[in-house]
C-alpha cells in the first residue's frame, strides 16, 4: 500500500492566517492527489483533485501544488468554516490511502 | 442534484450481521464506482473498498478484504456493506461515495451523511 504521510497533525491558527499543510506520498503517485476538508459531524468534503485543481464551488481561498511526492495544500485567509480536519489521499492505485488528517483548530 | 443517502445509524451486538446502505439519485448510478470508508471514533479515515454497479467489480482494501462485503443492487440505485460477524472493533461511522473522474483524474465526491454503526454487549 501507499502510505501517506500529513505535517503537521495539528496546527492552531487565527482568522485571515495564512496556513499550508504537507501530505508525502511513499513512492510516486503523479499528481493523483486530492484534499479533502471534514467538519466536525460531518461527512468530508472534496477541496482539491488531482493535486492543484479546485472543485467546482471550493473559494479559491483553497489552492494546492505538487513537487515530486510531496504535496501541499495551502489556505490563503482562514475563514471560520475552515477549522477542521483536512485529509489528503491517494488515487494512484487501490487502496486509496488517506493520510492521518490535519486538525486545524483556532488560536 | 447528485446525492447518496445512506441508512440510519444501527446498535448491534458482537456476532451480529448488518448491511448497511447507500443509495444514489441525481446520476447515472451503474457508471460510477461507489466506495465505502471507515472513521472509528476519533480517528481519520480509512478506505475500505469500492464497486462497479454496472458489472458488480469490486476492490477490497487488503485490511477489509474477508472482513466485510460490498454489494450492489443496480436497479434500485443502491451499493451495501455488509458484516456477517460483528466485533467491538467495528464502532464506526461508514461513509459511501461516488468516485467521479475528470481528465484522467479521480476524486470521491459527494459523500453520503455517515452511518453510524455501534457495536456492544
Known amino acids: 500500500d501507499i502510505r501517506m504521510t500529513q505535517s503537521p497533525s495539528s496546527l492552531s491558527a487565527s482568522v485571515g492566517d495564512r496556513v499550508t499543510i504537507t501530505c508525502r506520498a511513499s513512492?510516486?503517485?503523479?499528481?493523483?492527489l486530492n484534499w479533502y476538508r471534514q467538519k466536525p459531524g460531518r461527512a468530508p468534503e472534496l477541496l482539491i483533485y488531482?493535486?492543484?485543481s479546485l472543485q467546482d464551488g471550493v473559494p479559491s481561498r483553497f489552492s494546492g501544488s505538487a513537487s515530486g511526492t510531496d504535496f501541499t495544500l495551502t489556505i490563503s485567509s482562514l475563514q471560520p468554516e475552515d477549522f477542521a480536519t483536512y485529509y489528503c489521499?491517494?488515487?494512484?492505485?487501490?487502496?486509496?490511502?488517506f493520510g492521518q488528517g490535519t486538525n486545524l483548530d483556532i488560536k | 442534484d447528485v446525492q447518496l443517502v445512506q441508512s440510519g445509524a444501527e446498535v448491534k451486538k458482537p456476532g451480529d450481521s448488518l448491511k448497511i446502505s447507500c443509495k444514489g439519485s441525481g446520476y447515472n448510478f451503474a457508471t460510477y464506482w461507489i466506495g465505502w470508508v471507515r472513521q472509528m471514533p476519533g480517528r481519520g479515515l480509512e478506505w475500505m473498498g469500492m464497486i462497479y454497479p454496472d458489472d458488480s467489480d469490486t476492490r477490497y482494501s487488503p485490511s477489509f478484504q474477508g472482513q466485510v462485503t460490498i454489494s450492489v443492487d443496480e436497479s434500485i440505485n443502491t451499493a451495501y456493506l455488509q458484516w456477517s460477524n460483528l466485533k467491538a472493533s467495528d464502532t464506526a461511522m461508514y461513509y459511501c461515495?461516488?468516485?467521479?473522474?475528470?481528465?484522467?483524474?479521480?476524486?470521491?465526491?459527494?459523500w453520503g451523511q455517515g452511518t453510524l454503526v455501534i457495536v456492544s454487549s
Open positions: 461515495a461516488r468516485r467521479a473522474k475528470a481528465g484522467g483524474y479521480t476524486w470521491f465526491d459527494p
Open positions: 513512492q510516486s503517485i503523479s499528481t493523483y
Open positions: 489521499q491517494q488515487n494512484y492505485n487501490t487502496p486509496y490511502t
Open positions: 488531482g493535486a492543484s
